[in-house]
T-cell receptor
Framework: GAGVSQSPRYKVTKRGQDVALRCDPI?????LYWYRQALGQGPEFLTY????????KSGLPNDRFSAERPEGSISTLTIQRTEQRDSAMYRC??????????????FGSGTRLTVV | AQTVTQSQPEMSVQEAETVTLSCTYD???????LFWYKQPPSRQMILVIR??????QNATENRFSVNFQKAAKSFSLKISDSQLGDTAMYFC????????????FGQGTELSVKP
C-alpha cells in the first residue's frame, strides 16, 4: 500500500480480554517495528521483524505480549489478559531494510488502545 | 544502554522567530544515527531531519537545522522562521547502526508557535 496501515484506529476493551492489533506495512518493506507510546511520552520500542523473523523482542513488557509476521508482510501484535496499564497508542513502522535506516522509516497512524 | 534526554518539556516561540530544542544522548558506540520527529495534534509521526554520526557537517532541511556535537553527545534542533504549522511535539531519537533500526526516543518537547 501507499503507507503503513494500522487497524483498528481505536480499540476499547474490558480488562482481562485479549486484543489483536494489525499492521500492514508498505509493500516490499523488509523491516517492521512495533512501538508503544503512553500519553505525554516518547514511543517505546517493543519488537521488530526482518521478513517473517522476529529479530528482537527485548521491548515486550511481559509474556502477555506477543507479535508475529508469518508471511513477512502483515503483522499482528497480541495482548492477552489486558490490564489498564496496557492503555496506550500502539504504533507500527516499516522500512525497506536495516541498510535504509539513514532515511528513517514510515510510521502508521497507530491504534489507540483503552482498557477499561 | 543508550538513553536520550530532552530537558525542555514545553517551549513557545513567536511566529517568524527562531527556536532551538535541546537533546542529549548517551552511548559508548561510534556508529549511530540521530533523528528529530514531529508529532502534530493529529498524532502522526513525521521525520523532520536526520544525522549520521560519522558526518561532521550538520544536517539541514529547509528551515530546520541541527547542531550536532558528537563529543558532547548533543543534538539540538533549530527551527528558523517558525510557522504556526510547526506547533507539535518534537521527539529526538537515536539508533545504533548495528541494532536493526531500533529507535530510542526522548520524552519529547511540546512546541507552541504563537501568532
Amino acid at each position: 500500500g501507499a503507507g503503513v496501515s494500522q487497524s483498528p484506529r481505536y480499540k476499547v476493551t474490558k480488562r482481562g480480554q485479549d486484543v489483536a492489533l494489525r499492521c500492514d506495512p508498505i509493500s516490499g518493506h523488509v523491516s517492521l517495528y512495533w512501538y508503544r507510546q503512553a500519553l505525554g511520552q516518547g514511543p517505546e520500542f517493543l519488537t521488530y521483524f526482518n521478513y517473517e523473523a522476529q529479530q528482537d523482542k527485548s521491548g515486550l513488557p511481559n509474556d502477555r505480549f506477543s507479535a508475529e509476521r508469518p508471511e513477512g508482510s502483515i503483522s499482528t501484535l497480541t495482548i492477552q489478559r489486558t490490564e489498564q496499564r496496557d492503555s496506550a497508542m500502539y504504533r507500527c513502522a516499516s522500512s525497506p531494510g536495516q541498510g535504509y535506516l539513514a532515511n528513517g522509516y514510515t510510521f502508521g497512524s497507530g491504534t489507540r488502545l483503552t482498557v477499561v | 544502554a543508550q538513553t536520550v534526554t530532552q530537558s525542555q518539556p514545553e517551549m513557545s516561540v513567536q511566529e517568524a522567530e527562531t527556536v532551538t530544542l535541546s537533546c542529549t544522548y548517551d552511548t559508548s558506540e561510534n556508529n549511530y544515527y540521530l533523528f528529530w520527529y514531529k508529532q502534530p495534534p493529529s498524532r502522526q509521526m513525521i521525520l523532520v531531519i536526520r544525522q549520521e554520526a560519522y558526518k561532521q557537517q550538520n544536517a539541514t532541511e529547509n528551515r530546520f537545522s541541527v547542531n550536532f556535537q558528537k563529543a558532547a553527545k548533543s543534538f539540538s534542533l533549530k527551527i528558523s522562521d517558525s510557522q504556526l504549522g510547526d506547533t507539535a511535539m518534537y521527539f529526538c531519537a537515536f539508533a545504533l547502526y548495528n541494532q536493526g533500526g531500533k529507535l530510542i526516543f526522548g520524552q519529547g518537547t511540546e512546541l507552541s508557535v504563537k501568532p
